[in-house]
Structure formats: structure tokens, C-alpha cells
């Protein structure tokens, strides 16, 4: 039930929103006032930044409608500021007036960027009713400026586009079709073929007639350039009437651009009559308006450049917080390169040394133990030796290497000398000249072998600590035993048990034939 009635509360609010909204629309070119009145109170009310563009532009257009070029400036600004990146309806619209807007201030460059950013839009907008009115809306801003700069031949080709691409479309918006027709006048009257623009402006009363809600500014607009036609035929009388229509609407509005040239007009109709009195209570109030105009300008272009050097100062900021991002980004990610590289090099590495590991390991599996390559030694003199003392020796050794002796933690040359009855330098150069190897390394060796051997056929010693492995084989300590072990083999008992582990895993998985 709650629900239901927060439904219609929003559904209320937001068509009473819609009706707001009509009604200002209606009342810009009527009553600017009471139109930014209404949009005031409907940007209270809503949040979207997109709905409150729309609505800012709008209040601009009141504002170019009163002449007050200022208050345009920042609001068409602001808008810009909001709205929707996809929203290129609103997007075109603000960059329409941001050219009218900059055009009357004879700001033609920043002109011309505006209307090019709109025309670059228009092929994005899906409705072609809408995409033909904004078209032709940017074609009119482009003839405006070549009006007011009175260039002559750029005119005519495009009122010519006009007609002939919007045929259809004009003759279903009267309200377009006024502005082709006031366009066209005002072209003509540049080129002094006032008979022709006569017909123009005719047929632009009669659209204006026919538009639903009452546009004073156009009819301000169109009974002064109607004024200053009749008043070019020295039809004073005619040209006082007419100017005086003009001048009405304009005093609605309250736009001092309008009334300055009207004033002006009437000056001139007065000054060509002979009525000196009248001329110069118009010509004053022309004087006065025109230098009121003038300000309005100059604040109204400061304001705009103002806006335009904050918007570039953001625009730079924005852009060196870009650069900045995109550095740390482009750090970050030959950081991230070399990084990788590195690990792959390092892991190539290792996969190379633990290759290595495997083929030693390998080797190991065919051999009792890998003969470590005897370093070059200098070449002594040698002990001679009775053959048949060398030979008791040596089949000595050969028993002795089968036994498990070696393990005794006491065992050196002396005491296997004293148990072999023989010298120590007998038995130091028969292990020298049959092994290749000092005492030392030969005990070891056999030590290591017997380990190997060990670790190989029963399954629990893989699973014994290394202390235990040292001592089993006959070491002092775990660090002796390791590095012998290492020495010897190539690899530490750690990195040879984890391969034997392997080994024996696959084993078991492998299916058994």
C-alpha cells in the first residue's frame, strides 16, 4: 500500500514536472521572466545533472532573449558542464546557442568551434525529425554569421541547401520556416533588393501567425527589419507604424540590443520626415541604450573568457593528471615487463640447474656414486712400493669398501692403516694412485654411496631428517654431511631425496604389467 501510494506521489511529481516544463517553453520567447522563474523552481526539484543541462540551456535561451548576454554566458556554461556524454541532442543544442551567444558578441572563432562541434553531432542523433530541425537550426546559425559580416556570397548557396533538402520538413514547422523566410530578408536587404526581401519578411509574418504560442522576440525582430524596409522606400509614415509594433515587443522583452536598433530606426525615420523634436528624443534614448549594449558586451565577453581560462585550467589539470597517470602507468608497466622477464629468465634458470639435478641424479641411479673429476695435481715423486705389499693393500681396501667400517665416526688413516698393519704412507699412496682421491675423499665417498644405497632401497629413509641421514652415514654433524653431500653429488640431500620422492610416486602410479 505504502508503495503503491510513493508510486503515484512520483508519478504526480514528475508529470507535474512535465507540465512546468511545457509551460516555460512556451513562455521563453514570450515571457523570459516567467519562464526562468518556472525552470528555477523545476532545478530545485529534480537531480539528474543531464535534466538539469536541458533545463540550464533553456534558461540561457530566456536570458539571449532578454539581451542579457551575461546571465546567458553562465548559465550555457554551466549546462555544458552537465550534461550526459550520450546525450547529443543537448549537446547540439548548447553548442547552438553557445554560437549565437558568441557570434552577437563578436566572438567569431569560438563561434565557429561550436558550430562545427554541433554539425560533427548531428549524424549521431537516431530521430530524423529531430536530426533535420537541429540541421537546419545549424545552417541558420552559420547564415546569421555570414549576415551579420555581410558576406554576400556565402549566403545564398546555403538558404538554397535549406530549401531544397528541408522541403518536406519545412512545410510542417511553421516555426523554422519564419526564421528561413527572416534569414532570406535580411540577406536580400544586404544586397539592397529590397522588393524581394519585402516578400520574405511578408511570408515570415504570416508563419510567425501561425506558431501555437506567442513569440514576441521573432515579432520584435521581424517588425524592425519591416520597419527599416519601408523606411529604405521613404515610407515614413508606414515605417513609424510598423517600428512602433516592434518597439512594443521589445519593451516586453526588455532586450536592449532590439530596442537600441528600433530606437535607431525611428531616429533615422524622423531625422529623413524633418521632425527634429522627435528625432532627437529617439536619437537620446538610441545613444543611451547603445552604450548600455556596449557594457553588457564587455561584461559579457570578460565573463565568457573568464569561463573559458577556468575551463582551461581544469582542462589542463585534467590533462596533466592524465600524463601523470599514464607515466606512472607506462612505469608501472615496463616495472611489470621487466619483472615478468625476470621471472622467466629466473624460472629458465632453475628449471635449467634442476634439469641438471635430474641428469646427475640420473647418473647417480646407474652408478654407485659419481666420480667427482680429480683436480690436475702437481706431479710428486712416489713412494716405492713392494708389489706384493701394494697388492695385500689394495684387496684390503676392496673388503673394506664392501664392509660397513667406513661409518665409524673414528676412522682416519692411522687407524686404517694400524688395522691394514701396514705405514700410512703406503696405504695415503696406493688410495691416491688406485681411487684418485686423498683419504679423505675416498672415506666420504663410500659414506655417501652407503647413503644413496640406503635411501634408495628402504622407502622410511626418505622420510628421515637429515641429522639422522649424517650420523646413519657415519658424519659429525648435518652441515659436514651436506656439504660432502653436495660436493660429491652435485645437488643437496634435500633437493636428491625430493627427486628420489618423485621418482617413487610415479612408480606407483604407473600401472603394473
Not at 522583452?253 to 535607431?264: G, K, M, R, T
Not at 641424479?361 to 710428486?380: A, G, Q, V
Not at 695385500?392 to 669398501?401: C, T
Request: contains cysteine; hydrophobic residues 40%.
Amino acid at each position: 500500500m505504502v508503495l503503491c501510494v510513493f508510486v503515484l506521489f512520483s508519478v504526480s511529481g514528475f508529470s507535474q514536472q512535465n507540465d512546468l516544463s511545457v509551460k516555460a517553453t512556451e513562455l521563453v520567447y514570450s515571457n523570459p521572466d516567467e519562464a526562468i522563474k518556472i525552470n528555477e523552481h523545476i532545478l530545485r526539484t529534480i537531480l539528474s545533472d543531464n535534466d538539469k543541462a536541458s533545463i540550464n540551456a533553456m534558461i540561457a535561451r530566456c536570458y539571449l532573449v532578454k539581451g542579457d548576454y551575461d546571465n546567458a554566458a553562465l548559465y550555457i556554461y554551466k549546462s555544458g558542464n552537465q550534461v550526459a556524454k550520450k546525450d547529443f541532442k543537448t549537446q547540439i543544442e548548447i553548442d547552438l546557442i553557445k554560437a549565437k551567444l558568441l557570434r552577437i558578441l563578436y566572438l567569431d572563432n569560438q563561434s565557429n568551434q561550436h558550430l562545427v562541434l554541433a554539425e560533427s553531432k548531428l549524424h549521431k542523433i537516431i530521430s530524423k525529425t529531430t536530426r533535420d530541425s537541429l540541421t537546419c537550426y545549424a545552417y541558420l546559425e552559420r547564415v546569421s554569421m555570414h549576415i551579420d559580416r555581410r558576406h554576400v556570397n556565402e549566403v545564398a548557396p546555403l538558404l538554397n541547401d535549406i530549401s531544397y533538402k528541408f522541403k518536406d520538413f519545412l512545410e510542417t514547422h511553421p516555426v523554422v520556416k519564419s526564421k528561413l523566410y527572416i534569414a532570406k530578408e535580411r540577406a536580400l536587404t544586404n544586397v539592397g533588393d529590397f522588393d524581394a526581401a519585402f516578400e520574405y519578411i511578408n511570408k515570415a509574418l504570416h508563419f510567425i501567425d501561425r506558431v501555437e504560442y506567442n513569440n514576441l522576440y521573432d515579432k520584435a525582430q521581424v517588425y524592425n527589419e519591416l520597419g527599416y524596409l519601408y523606411l529604405q522606400k521613404k515610407e515614413f509614415k508606414k515605417s513609424e507604424q510598423i517600428l512602433f509594433i516592434a518597439l512594443k515587443y521589445a519593451e516586453i522583452l526588455d532586450n536592449a540590443s532590439i530596442l537600441e536598433q528600433i530606437n535607431q530606426n525611428l531616429a533615422i525615420n524622423y531625422l529623413g520626415s524633418n521632425q527634429k523634436s522627435k528625432h532627437k528624443v529617439f536619437n537620446d534614448e538610441f545613444l543611451v541604450l547603445n552604450t548600455q549594449v556596449e557594457l553588457i558586451e564587455q561584461e559579457s565577453t570578460n565573463t565568457i573568457y573568464n569561463i573559458i581560462s577556468v575551463h582551461e585550467d581544469e582542462f589542463l589539470k585534467t590533462e596533466k593528471i592524465k600524463y601523470s597517470n599514464y607515466t606512472n602507468s607506462a612505469i608501472v608497466g615496463v616495472l611489470i615487463i621487466i619483472f615478468i622477464g625476470l621471472f622467466f629468465a629466473l624460472r629458465g634458470f632453475f628449471q635449467i640447474k634442476r634439469l641438471k639435478e635430474i641428469i646427475r641424479y640420473l647418473k647417480i641411479s646407474r652408478n654407485n656414486y659419481t666420480p667427482i673429476k680429480p683436480l690436475k695435481k702437481p706431479s710428486k715423486k712416489r713412494i716405492v712400493i713392494p708389489e706384493e705389499t701394494e697388492k695385500n693393500i689394495l684387496a684390503k681396501l676392496k673388503r673394506f669398501e664392501t664392509s660397513t667400517k667406513f661409518l665409524n665416526k673414528d676412522m682416519s688413516l692411522a687407524v686404517l692403516a694400524g688395522q691394514f698393519e701396514t705405514n700410512t704412507k703406503y696405504l695415503s699412496e696406493i688410495i691416491n694412485k688406485h681411487y684418485n682421491d686423498n683419504f679423505n675423499t675416498f672415506i666420504n665417498k663410500l659414506r655417501i654411496n652407503f647413503i644413496i644405497e640406503k635411501l634408495k632401497t628402504d622407502p622410511n629413509y626418505v622420510n628421515y631428517k637429515i641429522s639422522f641421514l649424517a650420523s646413519e652415514s657415519g658424519f659429525s654433524s648435518h652441515s659436514s654431511f651436506a656439504t660432502v653431500f653436495k660436493a660429491i653429488i652435485g645437488m643437496s640431500p634435500v633437493t636428491f631425496i625430493n627427486l628420489l620422492k618423485t621418482e617413487l610416486e610415479d612408480l606407483k602410479k604407473s600401472p603394473k604389467e
